[in-house]
């Protein structure tokens, strides 16, 4: 068995403390192994002039990484899977998926005491998301929008200043894995607010599909929870057809021997089509989390070209 693993990631904060995480869980897992870790700069990194969607969408953070991966520079790579498109490039897998943190989002304001309820009218919201603008809007349509990029710091620095925005829309999870909500004025937004990114709040560790080795090593990392979730919200927004150019937010929650999840698909024009479906898990859970998300995406999209005039809904299984 491999003695040494190397792990790509990227070099942003939130990025390093996910590399981080995974070390330290791999080196509980697995004592005198070693972890080199490999940080690589992706073109999501180097143009941050542009908005996402203009410059390719969510597969510019995660290029190098997994060419370094099959061109053998690194073993295995970490992501945040909502930053994931849905297809896997020929070669690689998705591992291992760790227990998931808080996965909604959260405002956080330039001044405290405020709420999404109390902003002032025409109040300037930041978010480089097109799903997070879109569903602010329809809950409060005077809101202004504002596009920004950057890292986690480089987002909450628009707060402040003479022309500071009034709040920024974030992960909750990224700031949490920061250290950084003590220090904040948040609120965290419901999901009948916005319904957050598909796998928001869980990490996928990523692997080359024939070595055995390291994803024998990778194994004890994955939480069967976060896998069910990961893996029916995956499948829902492949249903669709979803992207960072698509508004569209999938949640997987578990009751009991149940698995639901919902799912909001949004247009421009302000249409849109939600719903949500339950199965109860059996002999293959991971088969039929797939297909729950499958089902409902289909479902939806199916739903949401139709535009029959009504806001589209369905419940059950």
Same mark, same amino acid.
């Given at each position: 068995?491999k003695?040494?693993?190397?792990l790509?990631t990227r ?7 996910q590399a981080d ?12 192994l070693?972890i080199e ?10 143009v941050?002039d542009?908005?996402l ?5 969510k597969g510019?953070?995660i290029?190098?990484l997994?060419?370094?991966m099959l061109?053998?520079r690194i073993?295995?790579a970490v992501?945040?899977?909502k930053?994931?498109p849905?297809?896997q490039?020929?070669?690689?897998v998705l591992?291992a998926f760790?227990?998931?943190a808080?996965?909604?989002d959260?405002m956080v304001?330039r001044?405290?005491?405020m709420?999404?309820?109390t902003?002032?009218?025409?109040a300037?919201?930041?978010?480089? &998301?097109?799903r =997070?603008?879109m569903q $602010?809007?329809?809950h409060?349509a005077? #809101? %202004?929008?504002? @596009?920004?990029?950057?890292?986690v710091?480089?987002r ?7 022309d ?8 909750e ?9 003590d ?9 009948e607010?916005?319904?957050p ?7 996928g560790?990523?692997?080359r599909?024939?070595?055995?080795e390291?994803?024998?090593l990778?194994?004890?990392?994955d939480d &069967?929870?976060? =896998?069910?979730?990961? $893996? ?5 927004? #492949? %249903?669709?057809? @979803?992207?960072?150019?698509?508004p569209?937010g999938a949640f997987?929650t578990?009751s009991g021997?149940g698995?639901r999840i ?13 719903g949500?479906?339950?199965?109860i898990?059996?002999?293959?859970p ?14 939806i ?15 059950g299984?």
């Amino acid at each position: 068995m491999k003695q040494l693993l190397r792990l790509g990631t990227r070099g942003s904060p939130l990025a390093l403390w996910q590399a981080d995480h995974i070390t330290e869980l791999l080196l509980a897992a697995h004592p005198g192994l070693t972890i080199e870790r490999v940080v690589i700069k992706t073109e999501g990194d180097r143009v941050l002039d542009r908005p996402l969607i203009e410059i390719g969408g969510k597969g510019l953070f995660i290029k190098e990484l997994e060419e370094a991966m099959l061109d053998g520079r690194i073993d295995f790579a970490v992501h945040s899977l909502k930053d994931m498109p849905g297809a896997q490039p020929e070669g690689l897998v998705l591992d291992a998926f760790p227990t998931r943190a808080e996965p909604f989002d959260v405002m956080v304001f330039r001044h405290a005491g405020m709420t999404l309820a109390t902003l002032p009218e025409g109040a300037r919201i930041g978010t480089g &998301s097109i799903r =997070r603008s879109m569903q $602010l809007l329809r809950h409060r349509a005077d #809101l %202004a929008i504002v @596009g920004i990029r950057g890292n986690v710091g480089t987002r909450l620095s628009k707060l402040s200043g003479d022309d500071g925005l009034d709040a920024v829309v974030l992960a909750e999870a990224g700031l949490s894995r920061l250290g950084l909500l003590d220090g904040l004025h948040w609120e965290r937004l419901g999901v009948e607010v916005s319904l957050p990114a598909p796998s928001q709040g869980i990490l996928g560790i990523q692997a080359r599909s024939d070595d055995a080795e390291t994803r024998a090593l990778l194994a004890p990392l994955d939480d &069967s929870e976060a =896998r069910l979730f990961a $893996l029916a919200e995956r499948a829902c927004m #492949l %249903a669709v057809g @979803g992207d960072c150019k698509t508004p569209f937010g999938a949640f997987a929650t578990r009751s009991g021997d149940g698995l639901r999840i919902e799912a909001r698909l949004m247009d421009e024009d302000g249409w849109t089509t939600e719903g949500s479906r339950m199965v109860i898990l059996r002999d293959d859970p991971a088969a039929q989390a797939e297909e729950l998300g499958r089902r409902l995406g289909e479902n939806i999209l199916e739903r949401h070209r139709a535009r029959d005039g009504r806001p589209g809904r369905i419940d059950g299984a």
